[in-house]
């Protein structure tokens, strides 16, 4: 059954739509991405103009996300004062990240630069987190108990000191804002919520707890994406309710599914899932910069 | 000299005869609603030539029917590699091209339709894109490979002897629209021609709008983009809680 979308001018297919929107959703739930950085690429695919993929898969993480933070709420499971924080860095952080974006669109650089940066730092984060999940994996089978986190290191000795109940942590407002900010200006030129780059980032840098970590990173992504679809509304017109609408039907009964999957899983088991993801895709994208493309030429519409 | 004015003569008395040929038509629809369930849309273009004299035997008559989408600027961008990695270098700027163009002849275009009429009114493909810059060197390998990339899309047809023409009289041929069609205004020019010389010209228009719930979404995102923005929000929060006190109910 196929489908004329109002905004990005295209006709598709119903079902597939409600498929992504579910696959999407699935990933949100389960590790607390919002899962843009699979959902903008898969629109590109099946011929969404990019601007409205970009704007209309914002706005989809909104319903992904804010369905998944209330299963996190009942479960306490997410550390608003973190969340807040963190939110104030990243509106930050994607109001800059704008100003980049659209000093590199004027350049006709863009499409590249996004590329690059997904390749980048889905190779890093997922790297990194791999490695990571598997050493603990490997110890935990051989029975020795896992390292204990250390508590103390150059972040605890920062100013503005700030207790944070829900994540056990006592420690300066300045990493999470900082944190926040870098993944809000990536968050805007990569045109996704930041998740992946989140999780992580809590996990590894803040030491917060994973279980608390997922739920404090969708309350955060709700409002960041938000914020984007907004922006995106107000200055380009590329935010596609009707292809919205079937994407976050899909969405939210996935995030539902989703994180009761999550809930049933270990945190080593969670992470190297999504590391392993990550690196999937990164590796979609660097093979896709290095091979010849079938077509060199490329057509780029006049701003809408 | 006397030869030339002889024949100078000769096209005189010869150009009355052919203005005598008229083209009459008939569309299949004179527009196009897009509504929500708009997969694309075929529009049958048929007519009929009139004529006041007895039909010229000397010479052979051709149709060409184009179907043109409203004309937007673009570029083109052509990759190349730079440090292992395929990096856009180069871009030639396209001053106005047509959204969408069909161009749909009774014969081969070379035997319809001579060069330079095809320079004077813009017929075939590559004479209806208006590109600036061309001189530069390789540009035409640039608006080559935009009428490829969009001949590959379907939105570029050329359809060489699509045209029926029954009798010299009697003319149909059916043209596809895809779905992905921009609003607008899309003008049809179907000409006649003579030994490829363009003897009678018919225009027309078929207006292409979006209508019902689709008008109605594209207006609010265009006149209240923030009206338009909260609405998305508010929509995708909805669902969303809706999906997870559905979820709960259903666990209880």
């Known amino acids: ?304 | 000299m006397m030869a030339r004015l002889a024949a100078l003569l000769l096209t005189l008395l010869a150009l009355p005869a052919f203005a005598e040929e008229k083209i009459v038509i008939g569309l299949s629809q004179d527009e196009v609603a897009i509504s929500a369930s708009f997969t694309g849309s075929e529009i049958l273009i048929f007519g009929a030539i009139r004529r006041e004299v007895p039909l010229p035997t000397d010479s052979t008559l051709g149709v060409l029917i184009t179907l043109s989408g409203p004309q937007v600027p673009l570029s083109v961008w052509r990759k190349e590699r730079r440090l292992g990695i395929w990096v856009n270098t180069e871009q030639v700027e396209v001053d106005l091209a047509p959204s969408y163009y069909a161009v749909a002849s009774s014969g081969p275009m070379n035997e319809v339709l001579m060069d330079i009429e095809d320079v004077r009114h813009s017929i075939s493909v590559p004479r209806a894109i208006r590109a600036v810059g061309v001189g530069i060197a390789g540009s035409e390998s640039f608006i080559e490979a935009l009428i490829r990339i969009r001949e590959k899309e379907g939105t570029y047809q050329i359809l060489e002897g699509a045209i029926d023409l029954e009798q010299d009289t009697l003319f149909r041929t059916s043209v596809s629209m895809p779905s992905d069609l921009i609003e607008g205004d899309y003008v049809t020019r179907i000409f006649l021609t003579r030994d490829g010389i363009v003897i009678d010209e018919f225009d027309t228009v078929i207006p292409v709008n979006k209508v019902g719930l689709e008008r109605w979404l594209y207006e609010l995102a265009n006149e209240f983009p923030f009206v338009y923005g909260l609405l998305a929000i508010a929509i995708a929060m909805i669902s969303g809680w809706g999906a997870s006190a559905a979820f709960a109910a259903l666990r209880r």
């Not at chain 1, 900082?178 to 996704?192: P, T």
């Not at chain 1, 917060?208 to 984007?228: A, R, Y």
Request: include cysteine.
């Open chain 1, 1 to 304: 059954m196929q489908i004329y979308l109002p905004i990005a001018e295209v006709s598709v297919n119903i079902w597939m739509l409600l498929g992504l929107g579910g696959i999407v959703g699935i990933l949100s739930g389960m590790f607390g991405v919002g899962g843009g950085f699979l959902i903008t690429p898969l629109l590109f695919f099946v011929g969404i103009p990019p601007a409205v993929a970009v704007a209309t898969g914002a706005n989809q993480i909104v319903a992904s996300s804010f369905s998944a933070v209330l299963t996190h709420i009942r479960r306490r499971a997410v550390d608003f004062p973190m969340g807040t924080v963190l939110l104030i860095g990243g509106l930050i952080g994607s109001a800059f990240g704008i100003v980049v974006f659209n000093y590199l669109k004027a350049l006709g650089q863009v499409d590249l630069l996004v590329q690059l940066c997904y390749v980048v730092f889905l190779g890093i984060v997922g790297g990194l987190m791999f490695i990571e999940s598997v050493n603990a994996i490997r110890r935990s089978r051989k029975g020795a108990r896992p390292t204990a986190r250390r508590k103390h290191n150059w972040v605890h000795n920062l100013p503005f000191k700030m207790k944070f109940r829900v994540s056990g942590l006592y420690i300066s407002v300045i990493p999470p804002l900082l944190v926040g900010m870098s993944v809000g200006i990536l968050a805007a030129i990569m045109g996704v919520g930041g998740g992946f780059i989140m999780v992580p980032a809590m996990i590894y840098l803040l030491g917060m707890p994973t279980k608390v970590v997922i739920g404090t990173s969708l309350f955060q992504i709700i409002f960041v994406t938000g914020f984007t679809t907004m922006l995106h509304a107000i200055t380009n017109q590329t935010v596609d309710i009707v292809l919205a609408l079937f994407l976050l039907v899909g969405g939210v009964i996935g995030a539902q599914v989703g994180s009761r999957l999550g809930a049933r899983l270990n945190a080593e088991q969670l992470r190297i899932l999504l590391a392993a993801l990550v690196l999937l895709v990164c590796l979609k994208l660097g093979i896709d910069l290095i091979l010849a493309p079938d077509e060199l030429f490329t057509v780029v519409g006049a701003v809408k």
